[in-house]
């Protein structure tokens, strides 16, 4: 393949970038992951990229008949796996530019309140079944984009710093993620994972501030929405890790950022030697945090009520060592650019005790970081 000099792969936080340098190939399926893995030769290359959500379906083995197998037409198309492979990285300070806060879209399209409605009461139908008892709904937003790809991932970034900050740049697209989610951390045959779940608005004063983190951590349903998605990661890891392993190190904490406290647990293990870091990938994706549970089932009605595939959204974001360490975000807070047009998905948990009122309010709420010129 052709390399231009246009494709960028950087992954950054507050304090460093880390790009990809000397860019080899680009891989763009989970057959060729596989394949480089196999025949990987230098310890210093890297793969840095994204597993787009519907991937899942192939790592899930989604039954023959399962809904998950029937394709939605959409304007934005974009692969389902996509990585840069590169001889090295270069590691550096973060260096934000100054950049004017300004709206990332204009003339955007959102479904309206009545259809989010009607998707909400469908998921309630099915938590009173029993079918499931989360469910992860989101909702499109895109418009034409006000910004370069790059300074949009400034703005998002700028607005609330992270952890597992990414950018890709191709000739075809580019991503601009801001996630504060870690999917998962491979290091050795130690593993790591973050889920998120529950979250609530920095107060405007301190005693403000300690009431919101307080409320939040005294709410029942944010914890039982966290701890249904606990023992999801927990059974994902446990397919590929040793027996007694699996271990909740965190059962709820709370992280701080400029706008919102959000509630996290963290959870570790140790992988089994006859399993490849690449088998616990595919174990755990896509995240529970942005399915809900019982995985399959809740992805199934995700599927039936979403319009449009979720793409790299909801997916991971991140990186691949030829040693065996990876490290992948949760790609939410994460837009996609493409021809002018700027997509942002935008969802959140459903569970019994959900109001459709509150869950509307959290959709609007998360989608002002790329709508607000503040």
Request: proline share 5%; hydrophobic share 35%.
């Amino acid at each position: 393949m052709s390399i231009k000099p246009s494709y960028r792969f950087a992954l950054i936080d507050s304090r460093y970038t880390v790009s990809g340098d000397g860019l080899i190939d680009i891989v763009d399926s989970w057959d060729g992951v596989e394949r480089w893995w196999r025949q990987r030769k230098s310890q210093t290359e890297i793969l840095i990229g994204y597993i787009g959500y519907e991937q899942g379906y192939k790592f899930i083995e989604a039954p023959r008949n399962s809904i998950l197998w029937q394709k939605k037409p959409d304007s934005l198309t974009m692969p389902p796996v996509y990585f840069g492979r590169f001889r090295r990285t270069v590691r550096q300070r973060t260096k934000p530019p100054a950049v004017t806060k300004q709206a990332l879209l204009k003339n955007s399209q959102l479904i309206n309140q009545r259809s989010y409605q009607n998707m909400f009461a469908t998921v309630q139908r099915h938590l009173r079944a029993g079918d499931i008892y989360q469910a992860n709904i989101a909702a499109r937003l895109n418009g034409l984009a006000t910004t370069t790809p790059i300074e949009s991932f400034w703005q998002i970034f700028g607005r609330q710093p992270v952890s597992y900050g990414a950018y890709i740049q191709t000739p075809e697209f580019s991503i601009a993620s801001g996630s504060p989610e870690l999917f998962l951390r491979i290091q050795g045959a130690s593993i790591e994972t973050r889920p998120m779940k529950g979250t609530c608005p920095r107060g405007q004063t301190r005693a403000q501030d300690d009431k919101l983190k307080q409320d939040l951590l005294h709410s029942i349903k944010e914890q039982a929405e966290l701890d249904m998605i606990i023992d999801v990661h927990r059974n994902d890891l446990a397919k590929t890790c040793k027996p007694g392993s699996v271990r909740v190190i965190r059962r709820r904490e709370f992280v701080p950022f400029t706008t919102v406290w959000q509630a996290q647990a963290r959870i570790s293990a140790e992988r089994q030697r006859q399993f490849s870091p690449l088998d616990t990938i595919t174990t755990c994706f896509p995240a529970g945090s942005v399915t809900g549970a019982p995985k399959l089932r809740a992805m199934e009605i995700i599927h039936e009520l979403e319009p449009v595939p979720r793409q790299v959204y909801c997916g991971a974001i991140g990186y691949i060592k030829a040693t065996g360490d990876a490290e992948f975000n949760v790609a939410i807070r994460t837009a996609i650019l493409k021809n002018q047009q700027l997509y942002y998905y935008a969802g959140g948990g459903i569970t019994i005790g959900s109001t459709a009122t509150a869950e509307w309010q959290e959709l609007l709420n998360k989608k002002t970081v790329i709508t607000t010129n503040e």
